[in-house]
């Protein structure tokens, strides 16, 4: 048995802090996907909202994009680099199988 057996939160609780925390933060969550809206030009700017301007550069509008899709379909996933010529013994065997 682990020496820590036995300590800390059971297999599949949830965590009341980070679920108290996560609860507050979403009352924010539209007025945040709007604003990355309004900074990548795709939104109009708001008088609730006078401090979110359209992004001043392209740097700062990529990253509102970008923010605004890993938001509504996740982030992109990241393919594995192997050469196509390598067959699947040796990629495994250099994975350390």
Do not use: C, W
């Amino acid at each position: 048995m682990p020496p820590n057996a036995g300590k800390g939160r059971k297999k599949g609780s949830k965590n009341k802090i980070t679920f108290d925390v996560r609860k507050m933060a979403q009352k924010y969550g539209p007025d945040g996907i709007l604003a990355l809206a309004i900074q990548a030009g795709l939104a109009k700017p708001l008088k609730r909202l006078p401090d979110v301007k359209p992004a001043s550069n392209e740097n700062t509008l990529q990253g509102a994009v970008d923010k605004l899709l890993d938001r509504a379909y996740g982030k992109a996933t990241q393919p594995l680099e192997h050469s196509v010529n390598e067959s699947v013994e040796n990629l495994l065997d250099r994975l350390g199988r």
